[in-house]
């Protein structure tokens, strides 16, 4: 399996708290992205990372923000938890350049619940 | 917004049956990937297939990309309970100078022993 850790793994938060979610990983890999998946949504890409601090927005950005200071980490933080964040985020990785994609490897995701 | 679906949203089969997925795209596209997704884990990649290929196939699977219908299917042959899982397929559509997986909403497939 990749070496991928997501962190926690379980989470439970309120409404308006500050919450951060960690992906490690120690394939290397340049690319880096945070994923959220909801029942009748299936994946949907929240920001993704292609180097040290190197960062874009995917489809649903909005009330969350990343950070990458190191290859290994890729931090994504939800500035004021809302109901509507509840979800199983995943984090992935890939080994890849800008013009073509590799598979993707997962982390096993984090459950988090926002009351 | 979402970059195509899969079709069925799930289908529900007797072992050894075949199960057949299909997933739609509406832009261009780069390659395309299938994975899977047991219940509770993350998604585990089964195949990748270029946008210059048509067919490729590994052990009991077969991926089909028609880039001028925009679609890809894959096959699962001779069906096992064990392959109980959500599969979804990735398009890699070109964002910001770089290629996206994008994912639909997936098939649930349910394998009845």
């Known amino acids: 399996d990749a070496g991928i850790t997501q962190s926690p793994r379980h989470k439970v938060t309120e409404t308006g708290t500050p919450v951060t979610l960690r992906c490690h990983q120690t394939?290397?890999?340049?690319?880096m992205y945070w994923y959220r998946q909801d029942p009748g949504h299936g994946l949907r890409l929240i920001h993704y990372?292609?180097?040290?601090?190197?960062?874009d927005k995917g489809e649903v950005s909005d009330g969350y923000s990343v950070s990458r200071s190191k290859t290994e980490d890729f931090l994504l933080t939800l500035e004021s938890a809302t109901s509507s964040q509840t979800s199983v985020y995943f984090c992935?990785?890939?080994?890849?350049?800008?013009?073509?994609?590799?598979?993707?490897?997962f982390g096993s995701g984090t459950q988090l619940s926002v009351l | 917004s979402q970059q195509g679906e899969e079709d069925p949203q799930a289908l529900s089969i007797q072992e050894g049956e075949n199960a057949t997925m299909n997933c739609s795209y509406k832009t261009s596209i780069n390659n395309l990937q299938w994975y899977r997704q047991n219940s509770g884990r993350g998604l585990v990649h089964l195949i990748l297939?270029?946008?210059?290929?048509r067919e490729k196939h590994s052990g009991r699977l077969r991926v089909t990309l028609d880039t001028s219908k925009k679609s890809s299917s894959l096959l699962i042959t001779a069906s096992r309970a064990a392959d109980t899982a959500s599969y979804f397929c990735a398009k890699e559509i070109w964002q910001g100078g770089s290629y996206i997986p994008t994912f639909g909403r997936g098939t649930s497939l349910i394998v009845h022993p």
């Open positions: 394939e290397n890999h340049r690319y």
């Open positions: 297939i270029r946008s210059n290929e």
């Open positions: 992935a990785i890939s080994e890849s350049n800008r013009a073509t994609n590799e598979k993707l490897f």
């Open positions: 990372s292609y180097g040290v601090k190197d960062t």
